[in-house]
């Protein structure tokens, strides 16, 4: 039993370069969510799905797009990558949005130079 | 922006001691969650404590909740040297999107 597998573990691009983040969820879940990661700051979310068809933008959105392509998968697309998108992007799942936990990923640690 | 703030923002202690970290928040909340991250690991849940408690204990864990203050405290009883992480608290606001929203989180090092 997986959890949430997120890939890759690690990227380095060039100012630029494009590229898709995976997360991938063996819990059934119906929400998914993509936070940034950033020494002192946190995290803060950048998009979420809410259920399998939907998406929003969450705090940090630009730069950004997303797919939940079904239940299982939301993957996370840099279209042109920034210096100021280097940072460590977790995924997460919750069961319900009420009044459950978030359950995540090790996370992709993306260096955009 | 950050809805919840922890305090202290680093903490360093001994084994055998307790360590307490406290989360501040600045609207009505639906719950309020606790998370540690290991270094270059993601977030893993401990506690969540609803609007309507006021305290829950899970092992060497315990969570206090004051909305009168807009305040949660967590316990961590007898430290171990596993215990070293940071710790962050989020809050689900009442109303809304019922999103978490993550505090900066404090680090605790606890000396063998």
């Known amino acids: 039993n997986a959890g949430v597998t997120q890939t890759p573990k690690f990227q380095v691009l060039k100012t630029g370069q494009s590229m898709t983040l995976q997360c991938a969820q063996d819990?059934?879940?119906?929400?998914m969510y993509w936070y940034r990661q950033d020494p002192g700051m946190g995290l803060r979310l950048i998009y979420y799905?809410?259920?399998?068809?939907?998406?929003d933008k969450g705090e940090v959105p630009n730069g950004y797009n997303v797919s939940r392509l079904n239940k299982r998968e939301f993957s996370l697309r840099l279209e042109s990558a920034a210096p100021s998108q280097t940072s460590v992007y977790f995924c997460?799942?919750?069961?319900?949005?009420?009044?459950?936990?978030?359950?995540f990923g090790n996370g992709t640690r993306l260096t955009v130079t | 922006s950050q809805q919840g703030e922890e305090d202290p923002q680093a903490l360093s202690i001994q084994e055998g001691e307790n360590a307490t970290m406290n989360c501040s928040y600045k609207?009505?909340?639906?719950?309020l969650q606790w998370y540690r991250q290991n270094s270059g690991r993601g977030l893993v849940h401990l506690i969540l404590?609803?609007?309507?408690?006021r305290e829950k204990h899970s092992g060497r864990l315990r969570v206090t909740l004051d909305t009168s203050k807009k305040s949660s405290s967590l316990l961590i009883t007898a430290s171990r040297a596993a215990d070293t992480a940071s710790y962050f608290c989020?809050?689900?606001?009442?109303?809304?999107?019922?999103?978490?929203?993550f505090g900066r989180g404090t680090s605790l090092i606890v000396h063998p």
């Open positions: 997460a799942t919750i069961r319900t949005l009420r009044d459950s936990p978030l359950h």
């Open positions: 819990m059934n879940h119906n929400s």
């Open positions: 799905s809410a259920s399998e068809g939907t998406t």
């Open positions: 609207t009505s909340i639906n719950n």
């Open positions: 404590i609803r609007s309507n408690e």
């Open positions: 989020a809050t689900v606001l009442s109303g809304g999107s019922y999103i978490p929203t």
